[in-house]
């Protein structure tokens, strides 16, 4: 998901340049390389730029969610309409976690492959929840009742008792929400 304002950062961090590439293409591009069977992505369509870089070879569909001001929730409904019938569950990624790689999408996925017995498995960073998040089919009826900025959090606390941690060994790869966030990302990079 990639539809945020950016209201924090003052500029659309999903375009910052990161290691080569723009922090929304590594998000993407980690994606693509995992065992995901398909990738969508939400954008913010009045962010100039975003959708062309969202719209690469291998992501099925760029979603446009013009009710980004509505909060998360929007962009997860909108993800989720456009779902085909078959799909077994979800996984939800935030586009400004350039450091979640297909590594860790591949933990979750061959968590859930291998068991299918909890609703929902969610990645864990030393103890510390985190992202990604995959969603059994049955729970999208609660995704889709979310409301505001809560994305998936609500369905997660409503659940909390059926949720599988997956721990990913490492510790959680931050979020980009503002300026300072960017640098530390950067920092990072040059370390």
Known sequence: MAAGMSKRMGSPKMLLPFQGKTIIRHVIDHALCSALDGVVVV????????????????????????????????SVKSGLL??????????????????????????????????????I???SYLGKKGHPVLFKRHL??????????EGGRAVLKKYHQHVRLVEMRKRNPSDID??????KLLDEEVS
């Open 43 to 74: 954008v913010n369509p009045a962010v100039d730029g975003l959708v062309d870089e969202a719209s690469v070879n291998g992501v099925n569909k760029v979603i446009l969610n013009s009710r980004t001001d509505d909060g998360l929730s929007t």
């Open 82 to 119: 456009f779902l085909p019938l078959k799909v077994e569950a979800v996984l939800f990624m935030l586009g400004d976690q350039p450091l979640i790689t297909n590594k860790e999408i591949d933990r979750i996925v061959h968590r859930f492959k291998k068991e299918r017995l909890a609703p």
């Open 121 to 123: 498995y969610q990645s």
């Open 140 to 149: 999208f009826g609660d995704l889709y009742n979310v409301q505001g900025d």
């Open 178 to 183: 503002t300026r300072n966030d960017y640098e």
